[in-house]
């Protein structure tokens, strides 16, 4: 727990199965003119748009839609975002839907009163926003990625085919309240369900694996993941199991709501690695987190040992006993690799559309980063991409 | 992670060797008038007195103090401070110390435009404030309670022994912000250090040790218990580790700030013990609740068995190969007790000036909790303090 930092998460949290009761309160907090942001239309097949409208209206609002939002949203549907949020004076942005629709919110929410090409501040010189940011509530239906309750936002350039994220520094981007209602997340396909599930868990592992410092950091997070192991097989075998389902949507939201990371290092480069991968082909984040992950734990792990034996053994319970270090820290990803095809995550790039002859492109395309235990040099990034292969 | 439940935690924590360099940033969004607010005078010999009150000069306020704030706050002192911040016209209040001043600046906080008795209001109808509160901003000194982000406070009223604490609904009533300087407390005496490293692991048993649900909550708990007992053995060997200083410090926080109770049911009858203790002798907060912590434990057993046999096993380490269920429970509580011995807390409450003759008084000032795994009745209590002495 070493150096200054700064902690602040002023989200309001509303859990439980009744939790959207709490929507009405919150919007009399915020003016009359609303905009609804949502993706594809599952909100409209499962009756959540049809309860989240009739609050809306019960509150008096004036509701404008953005829909449409897509998985990996794309720099010319914020343009169009930012347009009808303007049109409309948006008093309030709220977005139902997963974490694509909570990022893209908040990037809506920091564009609207910019003078400046929201993509080449935010997401190219990585500024702050310096204009009147507009308000944002959510309503989950997916978890994973912790856009819930975090100042992140990632967007993707389809013309230049780059997927780009923003941490920002001020809690004032984070959404003011979200709805986390665990019964919204059992009307998800099994595939987004386990990608999402393998996100939560990768979130953690981007913070835990990085620093040799003894770290308060590190025991949270080895307590998450053992509970993101545990809720995930009783999810994937009973996806209606409503005690998995909200551990996984808990987990998810303090995997990455900056707590797990105070007073440490971080890696991140497996979101390097299948954000590029993603950028290009389009395939669902949490997979591509999945594939690249193992090649490269594999290959940094005897940089940064004795934190890959810590995981091994108290994470997966390797018995330590007459094993040699490298035995150990080997056991434990082995551990990880069977609990992934046990759950059922997509442990191949080839199977995400990734071909041999793009490695060379998706390493153009993946930013290096200096915060693990070894820094990737472009060949080691086409050595870890053909090995995800 | 069952039931509905809130989470708002706004406090902005400033961490680190160099963290009270963010007052003068804080100190601008509140009025000239600040109440320093701190205890029996040790910030003035390790100068911490001083560099505030230069910031505060700085930052051009104009300053009123309530100084001598006691280990145990009493009303009547509440009732003092009440007046002061009154005349004062107080547009801040700003605790430095430990719990106690920060718990007893919360209590002002919440009284000064209140036009009821605060004791009836607050601690005997347990009421949450109408009234505009002070807002209140900390310099924490001393580490355990976990009260610089929270809405807790703890008062004593001296004429009924009475020593009741009472945690407020609202995130209002929580710090604005907290300074959190690890090198603060490397000046504690020993004896204060390890009674704040026990209030800390008791304060994470009392959210632990109930419910039976698989819960986030538990695994989080467990990951800063194993984080306490290492760095509190680190502490206690070398006080000047700043390492082991910071991870106590940021556990303490996160083991009191609502986050590992969410979802589950909580237990807090050590409390209730410890405190009827701590209000009949005006003993250490820490050294009490140690003292009773194993009669306790040891009772309501065999009614918790699996939560016990889960924390032998995960905060532990017990092995349970060819063990019964109550061998390794009993195990975890024993390894428990050497690590009380080890780091050196009281461990019976005789030493802490309790005598048989005042079980039956004991008694009647403890309030008889239903969340645990067993409700004691009056006979029980009696029991448990007989054990502890």
């Not at 199965?17 to 609804?36: A, C």
């Not at 049109?87 to 977005?95: F, I, N, P, R, V």
């Not at 004032?172 to 999402?196: C, H, I, K, S, W």
Request: glycine share 8%.
């Amino acid at each position: 727990m070493f150096g200054n930092f700064t902690y602040c998460n002023p989200t309001k949290l509303y859990f439980g199965e009744d939790s959207l009761n709490n929507l009405k309160t919150e919007l009399r907090k915020y003016g009359k003119n609303v905009v609804l942001v949502y993706g594809g239309g599952s909100i409209k097949k499962n009756g959540i748009y049809d309860d989240v409208l009739r609050i809306l209206t019960e509150s008096g609002k004036n509701v404008a839609e953005i829909s449409g939002v897509m998985p990996n949203p794309t720099l010319s549907k914020l343009r169009e975002g930012i347009e009808i949020a303007r049109e409309h004076q948006a008093d309030l942005l709220l977005a139902v839907g997963g974490g694509s629709v909570c990022d893209y919110s908040k990037a809506v929410s920091v564009s609207v009163n910019c003078e400046e090409d929201p993509w080449e501040k935010y997401f190219v010189r990585f500024e702050e926003p310096e204009c009147r940011l507009i308000p944002v509530g959510c309503v989950l239906t997916m978890v994973g990625t912790g856009s819930e309750m975090n100042a992140g936002s990632v967007i993707t350039n389809e013309e230049t085919k780059q997927k780009i994220g923003h941490v920002f520094a001020s809690e004032d981007v984070m959404p003011r309240f979200t709805v986390l209602n665990p019964v919204y997340t059992m009307t998800l396909p099994e595939y987004q369900m386990v990608a999402g599930i393998y996100d939560i868990f990768n979130h953690i592992c981007e913070q835990y694996f990085s620093g040799e410092d003894d770290n308060t950091s590190d025991y949270i997070s080895e307590g998450l993941m053992r509970s993101v192991i545990h809720s995930s097989r009783a999810a994937v075998k009973d996806p209606q199991n409503y005690e998995a389902r909200s551990n996984l949507m808990w987990t998810a939201t303090w995997a990455l709501n900056t707590l797990i990371s105070k007073g440490k290092t971080t890696d991140w480069m497996v979101h390097m690695l299948g954000q590029a991968a993603g950028g290009y082909t389009g395939a669902t984040h949490g997979m591509t987190l999945a594939a690249v992950s193992l090649p490269y734990y594999r290959y940094i792990m005897p940089y940064g040992l004795a934190k890959f034996v810590r995981f091994a053994e108290n994470v997966w319970g390797i018995a330590p006993a007459g094993k040699t270090q490298e035995q150990i820290a080997a056991e434990g990803l082995a551990a990880m690799e069977n609990w992934m095809k046990e759950i059922g995550v997509v442990m191949k790039l080839s199977e995400l559309g990734v071909s041999k002859d793009m490695l060379e492109d998706l390493a153009d395309r993946t930013i290096p980063l200096k915060g693990g235990y070894k820094e990737l040099s472009r060949d080691e990034i086409i050595r870890v991409f053909r090995e995800s292969l």
